[in-house]
């Protein structure tokens, strides 16, 4: 579950400007590049409304195109991320199947193989995602490796695509995380190699980031992972992706002071948001109380443990386990009351 996960954590992002020679990558079309460029900088800033509207104007404009319903898919999927609320799966099934049938009429022109082949690819590995966040595991395997195998087809039509060398290469470092298996080849360093080719291209710089961080992070190259992250956030600075990516890292890199910094950031922007994600909230009152009890300061721990308490309303809401940390916090206070 959780390899499926990371494999396919697809959130759309792009920058305005780019080197020359990366410019075949972008719609050729001005209005349809500004619309797109607009709608993910929207979901960035986490103005979800907003960029929806953005995504629909697309198309309305471009029906005929995949990309408007891609990367209103995107969006979607990352608002429940980001959120965890409701999550209308018939809609975003129908937005995933509208640029699967968009994209057949690409792939059967040579001069726009590739870009059909990674049309199909980023719906089939939204799929992956999303089916194996909902627990149905053969089919998130299905539709990874289904990804895999277009995002292969994409490359060979033009090896320069690099919007599928930075999907490629996160599915290609993650299964290698299975290279124990018989004929599943290592391509750790090939698979990153691919990410950080990706990252200068418009499309793709704050995807290959977030791949990056996550990777980085796992490689224990916590540095260079670090580096990747405040990058974002200077941009972002209330992005919750990558403020999760930093509380991540400097946990593993046992960075407690900066740790601290980035659970409170986290969840000064998580309650500042529109749909407040109760599972995060309580995610973080629950390490900043082990970070007051660890300086003696019980009376500030259990003020952050009732709080957490208090969100006993909210169990069965959230896409987390809430009821679980709200076990944990009264675990710690019943350690407090017997110091």
């Not at 400007?17 to 993910?40: E, F, K, M, W």
């Not at 209308?88 to 059909?116: K, M, T």
């Not at 199909?120 to 089916?131: I, N, P």
């Not at 407690?256 to 950031?265: C, G, I, K």
Request: net charge positive; with cysteine.
């Amino acid at each position: 579950m959780i390899l499926l996960k990371y494999i396919f954590i697809i959130v759309f992002f792009v920058i305005v400007s780019a080197p020359p020679l990366l410019r075949a990558q972008l719609l050729r079309d001005q209005r349809q590049h500004a619309l797109i460029l607009r709608g993910i900088d929207q979901t960035l800033q986490q103005e979800y409304d907003t960029a929806e509207n953005t995504f629909q104007s697309f198309i309305k404009e471009f029906p005929m195109h995949p990309a408007g319903y891609l990367y209103l898919a995107g969006m979607l999927q990352a608002k429940n991320t980001d959120f965890g609320d409701r999550f209308n799966e018939d809609r975003y099934d129908s937005l995933l199947n509208a640029v699967v049938d968009l994209a057949e009429s690409l792939i059967q022109n040579p001069s726009s193989r590739a870009e059909g082949y990674f049309y199909t690819g980023s719906a089939e590995a939204f799929r992956s995602y999303t089916r194996s966040e909902n627990g149905n595991l053969p089919s998130g395997i299905y539709y990874g490796l289904s990804a895999g195998a277009s995002m292969e087809r994409c490359l060979e039509a033009d090896p320069g695509f690099f919007e599928a060398k930075n999907i490629l290469g996160s599915f290609y470092y993650w299964r290698s995380k299975m290279a124990w298996i018989p004929f599943i080849p290592d391509r750790t360093r090939e698979g990153i190699d691919m990410i950080m080719k990706s990252h200068a291209h418009p499309y793709e710089k704050h995807l290959a980031s977030h791949n990056l961080m996550v990777i980085l992070t796992e490689e224990k190259r916590y540095a260079e992972a670090e580096r990747y992250g405040l990058s974002m956030l200077t941009e972002y600075p209330e992005n919750r992706l990558f403020l999760w990516n930093m509380v991540t890292l400097y946990e593993k890199w046992g960075r407690n002071s900066h740790l601290q910094t980035a659970v409170e950031r986290l969840l000064a922007s998580t309650l500042k948001a529109n749909v407040i994600n109760r599972y995060t909230e309580a995610s973080c009152r629950l390490k900043l109380a082990r970070f007051a009890m660890e300086r003696g300061n019980n009376s500030a721990a259990k003020e952050e443990l009732l709080r957490v308490n208090a969100l006993q309303q909210f169990v069965g809401s959230t896409k987390g386990n809430l009821k679980k940390k709200i076990g944990q916090a009264n675990d710690l206070l019943k350690t407090i009351e017997r110091r």
